[in-house]
């Protein structure tokens, strides 16, 4: 069984540009999360989408902004990058609803802005 | 509002020695409760959880961790340390019904030989 896919694994962005990533998550599962993890604040809740809905979202800018696909796949997008915004995006995705599952979670895309 | 904190950004044990990372955590109500670890480059892998029942979880490679409810903790523990265990460990916390799941800072680990 496939597991959870991240792409790119690396980009270089310039400030002001946007940047789109993608999740494709383990076969069967509907629940995909994100986070932004970051030497200094750690891993950050930024949405989670459960059969295309965002159920929850973190405290992050309007920047920041995601979807979910009705196969499940998950994007995340990031417009007009700031210099801030340079970290590692995890991508976990889950069969159940409850919270009581196992996130199963990418290798991540690290995201470079200059 | 859900926290999760982990006492101790880093901890440096020998090789053999017992391996005590601590996780409180705050709620009105008590979550669902998980371990996870994060090797350099990867994304995170879960070692353990805790749902309901038995409030002593064993997971993989022979770490352990109990919920204490009193306490407000899920302290993560391995009688003895193994290089290949150094890494970085999670703490995380659910609600229970709910769809946000709350990350400690994180411990790093680091065994000598």
């Known amino acids: 069984k496939a597991g959870v896919t991240q792409t790119p694994r690396y980009l270089i962005k310039t400030r002001g540009q946007q940047v789109t990533l993608s999740c494709s998550p383990i076969?069967?599962?509907?629940?995909v999360s994100w986070y932004q993890q970051t030497p200094g604040q750690g891993l950050q809740f930024l949405f989670e989408y459960f059969s295309e809905t965002q159920r929850n979202k973190g405290n992050f800018p309007g920047r920041f902004s995601g979807r979910q696909f009705s196969n499940s796949r998950s994007e995340m997008n990031v417009s007009t990058l700031e210099l801030g915004d340079s970290a590692l995006y995890l991508c976990?995705?889950?069969?159940?609803?409850?919270?009581?599952?196992?996130?199963?979670f990418g290798q991540g895309t690290r995201l470079t802005v200059v | 509002a859900q926290s999760v904190t982990q006492l101790g950004s880093h901890v440096s044990v020998s090789e053999g020695a017992l391996v005590l990372l601590r996780c409180n955590y705050s709620?009105?109500?008590?979550?669902?409760l998980f371990w996870y670890v994060q090797y350099p480059n990867q994304g995170l892998q879960l070692l353990l959880k805790y749902t309901t029942g038995a409030t002593l979880v064993k997971g993989i490679n022979g770490f352990e961790a109990e919920f204490k409810k009193s306490e407000t903790s899920f302290h993560l523990t391995k009688p003895s340390a193994h290089m290949s265990d150094a890494a970085e460990y999670f703490c995380a916390v659910t609600l229970i019904g709910g769809f946000k799941t709350i990350f400690g800072a994180g411990t790093r680990l680091f065994v000598k030989a």
């Open positions: 976990a995705s889950s069969y159940g609803t409850g919270g009581n599952t196992e996130a199963f």
């Open positions: 076969s069967g599962h509907r629940s």
């Open positions: 709620s009105s109500v008590p979550p669902y």
